[in-house]
């Protein structure tokens, strides 16, 4: 019996590093399919799965209704090139574009992962416009999945959707590796020397990107780091 393929589908190549460290697994039942816009991290990708299929589909993140009408033509006939049996959807764009077409192709199951909302930050009409699209989103996806509770529950309390949802585990879009973060001899020996030596670490937990204020954190640290050198920053 041949196995069911399934589509990952994200608006930038860099959020593919919510789905790689699951291929191993899903590929253990599923025939995977990766989509993305193009960009640079396709090259990382391919190099560490080279045996899982790839499809590059430009998608812009901001608003941009030729494009994105554009993009969705081009989405609808991939999906109906493939015939996936299930198109999962993470970002906002991917979601909005992927979904709408993945119900255009029939395809049967659709699922869209909620990593975050822009909508309760906004006002005005830019937010009538995302509270709709979300709407949209929810509205062709046949499940979804919020990252966390507080995603959740804006969903709901905003009349988002009012279809069944629920939180995986305790939240989070992927989980993290546990080897990676466990309390090994060579971790726990280097710690043992920062604490020795009164090293103050900042943590910081977040994409590294401009919107995420990465550029002001790192020139306040530079700064901070001349005035006193025993302070450390940890993305």
Known sequence: MSKYKIIRACTVPQSLGFVTGMLPDLQKKYEVVLLSSSGLEWEEVRRLHPDVKCIEVDMERH???????KSLWRLWR???KEKPKMVH??????GLLCMLAARMAGVPVRVHTFTGL?????VGLKKKILMATDWLT??????????GEGV??????NGITKKPIRVLGYGNCRGIDLERFDKTPE??????????KSVCT??????IVGDKGINELVEAFVKLNKENSATRLIL
């Open 202 to 207: 900042f943590i910081v937990v977040g994409r």
């Open 187 to 196: 971790v726990m020996e280097q710690a043992e020397k920062l604490r020795k």
């Open 152 to 157: 959740k529950n804006d969903l709901l309390n």
């Open 63 to 69: 608003i941009s209704p030729i494009k994105d009408i």
């Open 89 to 94: 959807s993470m970002t906002p764009k991917a």
């Open 78 to 80: 991939t999906f109906c």
């Open 138 to 147: 929810c509205a062709c996806a046949t499940h979804i999945i919020p990252e």
């Open 118 to 122: 822009v909508f309760p930050t906004s």
